[in-house]
């Protein structure tokens, strides 16, 4: 189990679903290549990937990465541009509770104590032609009880 989060191994680059074709319904394709895309962004702006889709009992934490000494924990949304809401608007106050107990559950797994922690959120939107647009919320909420 790691001590600190230098000691988390780093997912290989995109070694999920790597060559594969992802099967199942149109939703759950277009939420794989959301993470894909939101797992490239967060690379090119700085963060490393640690692990991704983490099974946990009572969830799953779509992304764990690392920006510096801080470890985030990342809930990726996205959204056809023909369904109306952002993408963002579909974290509720109920979803950052269960994504703070998810955290919360995380470190106690990986042995992470003291660790600085932040929730972001990544909002994909696809237009009809398959382009995305990508918006990275850092620190999009605090931990809630």
């Known amino acids: 189990m790691a001590s600190s989060i230098w000691d988390i191994p780093r997912a290989g680059p995109m070694r999920y679903m790597a060559g594969v074709v992802v099967r199942g319904d149109r939703r759950q394709r277009l939420g794989r290549a959301a993470e894909d895309a939101a797992a490239r962004h967060l690379g090119r702006a700085g963060c490393t990937v640690l692990e991704r889709n983490v099974r946990l009992d009572h969830g799953e934490i779509d992304l764990v990465c690392r920006d510096g000494g801080v470890l985030v924990f990342v809930e990726v949304k996205c959204r056809h541009v023909s369904w109306g809401d952002a993408p963002a ?55 809630v009880e």
């Open 89 to 143: 608007a579909a974290v509720s106050w109920h979803k950052q509770r269960r994504l703070t107990r998810l955290a919360q559950h995380y470190l106690k797994w990986r042995r992470l104590d003291g660790v600085r922690c932040r929730f972001d959120v990544v909002s994909v939107t696809v237009d009809d032609v398959g382009a995305s647009h990508i918006v990275h919320i850092r620190n999009a909420f605090d931990a």
